[in-house]
């Protein structure tokens, strides 16, 4: 089987290639192999893209690299033939850069997205996985989220997601594609691009900074490891029925008030070094996901609990300072600070 992998530079790509080619560590524990015979990471390197985050499988002789972008219809073409799969990480990802410009997210993830559905089509591709988030179904006060629940995207990251999304279910209810869509909570684990909450505030912290929480700290987020969301894509991949949503979540809610006093504890630091900032527009309250459909259809547990995952993952950013700091120092990572 051969797998195009888009966006495999990035943090959830990277990870599911070195699960892929079974690196010591990035094995699935609990997931069939996959044991593909080629992957193909397409991926533009853009600010998030760094091929340091698939140097553990640089030498593998099934890896290849094509740098460029998935909205290159010409170069989209010429690489995909010879795939089985196509699971499809790109894209803008980060919620406060959509606040500040919205057209690289309506570009890579609406056209870039279509683009990548025409060129499967044409070239028959088996399969198309395509990889949603669960802010697509906005914000909910109480209770969870199932897959049949409608979109309400908040944020233009999220209606962008949301927009891909449904072109995705469209391509196979039009044309009868082969397409599975994942909607994964929030990810955290190593190799996670110093802007987003925890890779920030932990890298802020182990370098004697502050760090900055939105509002009261009372937005909750569903956490889930980086390793178990990639271990749901693979189940989902393997085994997903044609046309169907999965939810993909952790099961473990916390505010950002409380997250922030585990990173606090982890890093030995105290609330002074919090700096409590202006709230995010727009700032979806609560994110809730209800995961039976894949335990019950395709067997799946997140195998990682918060309180080891975030041990593990602090400890990789203290032990790991050369493939941070570059990232800092070259300011790619201001956004939010
Ligand atoms: N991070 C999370 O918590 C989370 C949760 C649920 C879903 N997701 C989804 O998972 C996917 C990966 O997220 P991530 O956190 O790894 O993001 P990331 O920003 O770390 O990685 C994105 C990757 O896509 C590449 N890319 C961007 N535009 C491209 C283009 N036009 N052509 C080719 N490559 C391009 C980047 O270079 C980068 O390598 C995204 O689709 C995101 O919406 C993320």
Same mark, same amino acid.
């Given at each position: 089987m051969r797998i195009l992998v888009t966006g495999g530079a990035g943090f959830i790509g990277s990870?599911?290639?070195?699960?892929?080619l079974g690196v010591p560590g990035g094995n699935a524990a609990g997931?069939?192999?996959?044991?593909?015979?080629? =992957?193909?990471?397409? *991926? /533009?390197?853009?600010y998030s893209g760094n091929r340091a985050n698939l140097a553990p499988v640089a030498g593998d002789s099934r890896l290849r690299? =094509?740098?460029?972008?998935?909205?290159?219809?010409?170069?989209? *073409?010429? &690489?995909?033939?010879?795939?089985? =799969?196509? =699971?499809?990480?790109?894209? #803008?990802?980060?919620?406060?850069?959509?606040? /500040?410009?919205?057209?690289?997210?309506?570009?890579?993830?609406?056209?870039?997205?279509?683009?990548?559905?025409? /060129?499967?089509?044409? +070239?028959?591709?088996?399969?198309? &996985? +395509?990889v949603s988030t669960d802010e697509v179904y906005g914000s909910i006060d109480t209770g969870s989220w199932t897959e049949t629940w409608p979109l309400a995207p908040n944020s233009p990251y999220s209606a962008s997601k949301a927009g891909s999304d449904l072109l995705a279910l469209?391509? +196979?209810?039009?044309?009868?594609? *082969? &397409?599975?869509v994942t909607r994964c909570s929030n990810n955290y684990g190593p190799y996670q691009f110093p802007e987003k909450v925890i890779p920030l505030f932990v890298t802020n912290l182990l370098?004697?900074?502050?760090?900055?929480?939105?509002?009261?700290?009372?937005?909750?987020?569903?956490?889930?490891?980086?390793?178990?969301h990639c271990r749901g894509i693979a189940l989902v991949q393997q085994r997903g029925r044609a046309g169907e949503v999965y939810n993909i979540g952790g099961g473990?809610?916390?505010?950002?008030?409380?997250?922030? $006093?585990?990173l606090l504890e982890s890093c030995g630091a105290g609330w002074e070094r919090?700096?409590? &900032?202006?709230?995010?527009? $727009?700032?979806?309250r609560r994110y809730s996901l209800d995961i039976t459909?894949?335990?019950? #259809?395709?067997?799946?547990?997140?195998?990682? *609990?918060?309180? +080891?995952?975030?041990?593990?993952?602090?400890?990789?950013?203290?032990?790991?300072?050369?493939?941070?700091?570059?990232?800092?120092?070259?300011g790619k990572a201001a956004v939010v600070a």
């Open positions: 990870e599911y290639v070195r699960m892929l997931v069939p192999a996959l044991e593909p015979s080629g =992957v193909t990471v397409l *991926d /533009a390197l853009t690299f =094509v740098h460029g972008d998935i909205c290159d219809a010409a170069l989209v *073409d010429e &690489v995909l033939p010879g795939h089985d =799969v196509i =699971v499809h990480f790109a894209a #803008e990802s980060h919620v406060d850069r959509s606040i /500040a410009g919205a057209a690289p997210f309506v570009t890579t993830n609406v056209l870039g997205t279509q683009t990548l559905l025409d /060129a499967a089509l044409r +070239h028959g591709v088996g399969r198309f &996985v +395509h469209a391509y +196979h209810r039009t044309h009868g594609m *082969d &397409v599975v370098d004697g900074g502050t760090v900055p929480l939105y509002g009261d700290g009372g937005n909750v987020r569903d956490w889930l490891h980086v390793h178990d473990t809610e916390l505010t950002n008030k409380e997250l922030t $006093g585990r919090v700096v409590p &900032v202006a709230d995010r527009k $727009g700032h979806d459909k894949i335990n019950e #259809e395709l067997g799946y547990v997140p195998s990682i *609990d918060l309180e +080891h995952g975030l041990a593990a993952t602090v400890r990789w950013y203290r032990e790991n300072r050369q493939w941070w700091e570059p990232l800092k120092a070259g």
